[in-house]
């Protein structure tokens, strides 16, 4: 039996019936429509929820389902006043709302920045919660700044460069990297960020009254000469950075770079916040250590989530800082959250400390070395001149670059219309683009999909 069609026959009729009764009327039992449908009760049940949902029905406990009251008729309101009460929009909304939106039915998506299901370990992270879930203590309020075995397994990650009490527990990276933008700065200050640069660091920056200023990349990340000349102009105090796999272009801060730019953030009195995203999605070759790791004297502020190694709704991440920059840290999330859920805590700890967390991260290792590669083969295939210069060593992402005078927004589009969802480069930039790109993700299909993927987005160009 298919229960998905039987609930959808069941809310089909009861539609019919709620159009054709008045308020008030009642509708079939559970057991008619499981009769009638040849449908489970648990499916009827669950048929009759989604309608309660929707206000069409109402279920009254031991006399039965009846169709809901439904509004008065009267004049539409009129909510024209609130956009003079809000003015202006904050910048930033829009993009975000794309780099989230989910792709059309039936289109192979080559966008997005969470891992494909097929790839999240789901069974571990299930069995992490269920016992999570029967601790009676993880429902408990625990401490502000997080559970300290969590905190210390997070400062153990960093390679001892800090200790569990510099760290914070926060519902995600991008709550973290909110939290860190506003204890550490005042509206109108400067940031530094790399160019491009990661979406959403732009976003939250901008809603926080920030000043963005880019900073030249190219394959062996962010430029030293070109930092110490931007610290230098604008006096800026904190730079945004990810110098592992940076999304969107999948560059690396090679070790000589690594150096000079702790040099030049020391000699600047500034902070770095450091990304460190993409730590679980090395692809080739050994991850080198944070540069947290190398920070004696506090000038790193480091950032670290699990939402892109395990799963979209495991919100967990930590921030992590030395000295009064911790403290602020840690009172920015006390004001912006009191403290993290409890059970996904005690979730998250059992998950990383288990077996299975090493297995998933050799497995996903594999998998998206094949997803990889297979994006690559079909763009040498149907689109060489497409083929990126750099073939990113982990990450998420291929940052393919376009002719000249392609209008990376136009052909997102166009793309979509083929049945293929790809993201601009446009948006990753502070500032106007050197050159038009798009961004390619391979962890969002499976490898069998990416030859027709691209050669849906070939008729786009």
């Not at 083929?418 to 038009?436: D, I, L, Q, T």
Request: charged share 20%; hydrophobic share 45%; aromatic share 4%.
């Amino acid at each position: 039996m298919n229960d998905g069609n039987a609930a959808d026959r069941v809310i089909q009729d009861l539609r019919r019936l709620v159009a054709a009764a008045g308020p008030g009327a009642r509708l079939p039992s559970v057991r008619e429509l499981t009769a009638r449908h040849h449908a489970s009760p648990v499916t009827v049940a669950g048929a009759i929820r989604q309608l309660v949902a929707q206000g069409l029905v109402e279920a009254r406990p031991g006399r039965g389902t009846f169709v809901a009251d439904r509004p008065a008729a009267g004049h539409a309101p009129d909510l024209s006043w609130q956009t003079v009460a809000l003015g202006a929009r904050k910048p930033g909304e829009r993009e975000m709302q794309a780099l989230l939106a989910l792709p059309r039915p039936g289109a192979i998506p080559l966008t997005g920045g969470y891992l494909d299901a097929d790839l999240q370990p789901t069974a571990a992270l299930g069995a992490a919660l269920a016992r999570a879930a029967r601790q009676p203590s993880a429902w408990q309020r625990g401490p502000a700044e997080g559970r300290d075995d969590l905190r210390a397994w997070f400062a153990r990650e960093t390679g001892s460069g800090l200790r569990a009490d510099d760290m914070v527990i926060c519902p995600g990276g991008q709550a973290a990297l909110s939290s860190a933008l506003r204890a550490l700065t005042a509206p109108g200050d400067t940031l530094l960020v790399e160019s491009p640069t990661y979406l959403g660091a732009l976003a939250t920056a901008r809603a926080a009254g920030l000043r963005v200023v880019p900073v030249p990349a190219d394959h062996d990340g962010v430029r030293p000469d070109q930092l110490a000349a931007a610290f230098s102009r604008t006096g800026a105090r904190l730079f945004y950075c990810q110098p592992l796999h940076a999304n969107p272009t999948g560059a690396s801060l090679v070790a000589h770079r690594r150096i000079q730019i702790a040099d030049t953030v020391r000699e600047a009195g500034a902070f770095l916040i450091e990304d460190d995203y993409a730590r679980d999605l090395t692809i080739d070759g050994d991850a080198p250590a944070p540069l947290a790791a190398a920070d004696p004297d506090g000038h790193v502020i480091y950032l670290r989530s699990l939402t892109k190694s395990a799963a979209p709704g495991l919100r967990i991440a930590a921030i992590g800082a030395r000295g009064p920059a911790g403290a602020r840290l840690r009172s920015a999330r006390l004001l912006d959250d009191l403290y993290v859920s409890g059970p996904l805590q005690q979730a998250t700890l059992e998950l990383v400390t288990a077996p299975a967390w090493a297995r998933h991260l050799r497995t996903l290792r594999i998998a998206l070395r094949d997803r990889r590669d297979a994006l690559l083969t079909a763009l040498h295939r149907h689109l060489p001149d497409l083929v990126p210069q750099l073939i990113p060593r982990g990450g998420l992402h291929l940052w393919v670059q376009l002719p000249d005078g392609t209008d990376d927004v136009a052909l997102a589009t166009t793309a979509a219309a083929e049945g293929v969802s790809v993201f601009p480069g446009r948006p990753w930039y502070a500032a106007e683009p050197p050159a038009p790109h798009l961004r390619l993700t391979y962890a969002a299909a499976p490898p069998d999909r990416m030859d027709e993927a691209v050669r849906r987005l070939a008729r786009s160009v």
